[in-house]
């Protein structure tokens, strides 16, 4: 139940969750689960199939590709939306740059999620397509 309280919390104050109502943040917050990596461990793989959504708890995570550092996620930044959305291998490395944290979620969840709430939806389609263009996190 503590787990569940503070991804709840951490969501809130994610800014694609802030107008969400407290019941649909506790019932997303039961969908997710907390995944542990070290430094140098892939989140998600380039050219691979990708079947999840994350968002950074804790600890940072680098874009990489082609071995060109892309971006750098801290918490609250997510990825892995793109390859969910267009149904197609991840155009990015995403590894972990020191220890750290990840709230995941899977395919059929995340595509639950973003049909939840418009705006939410939108704003992440929005960014998938910005980051596509830019060869952006997967």
């Given at each position: 139940i503590r787990e569940i309280v503070q991804?709840?919390?951490?969501?809130?104050?994610?800014?694609?969750?802030?107008?969400?109502?407290?019941?649909?943040?506790?019932?997303?917050?039961?969908?997710?689960?907390?995944?542990e990596l070290l430094a140098g461990q892939r989140v998600i793989e380039k050219d691979q199939r990708n079947e999840n959504f994350y968002i950074v708890y804790e600890g940072r995570f680098k874009v990489v590709k082609d071995d060109v550092e892309l971006a750098t996620l801290g918490p609250?930044?997510?990825?892995?939306?793109?390859?969910?959305?267009?149904?197609?291998?991840?155009?990015?490395?995403?590894?972990?740059?020191?220890?750290?944290?990840?709230?995941?979620?899977?395919?059929?969840?995340?595509?639950?999620?973003?049909?939840?709430?418009?705006?939410?939806?939108l704003t992440i389609e929005t960014t998938a397509a910005s980051r596509a263009k830019a060869g952006g996190p997967a």
């Open positions: 991804i709840s919390a951490f969501l809130k104050r994610n800014q694609l969750f802030s107008d969400w109502h407290q019941n649909a943040l506790v019932t997303l917050a039961h969908k997710f689960s907390l995944v609250g930044k997510f990825c892995g939306e793109i390859s969910l959305l267009s149904d197609a291998p991840a155009n990015a490395d995403v590894v972990a740059a020191s220890y750290g944290k990840c709230l995941k979620l899977d395919k059929q969840d995340f595509l639950k999620f973003v049909s939840h709430d418009f705006l939410t939806g």
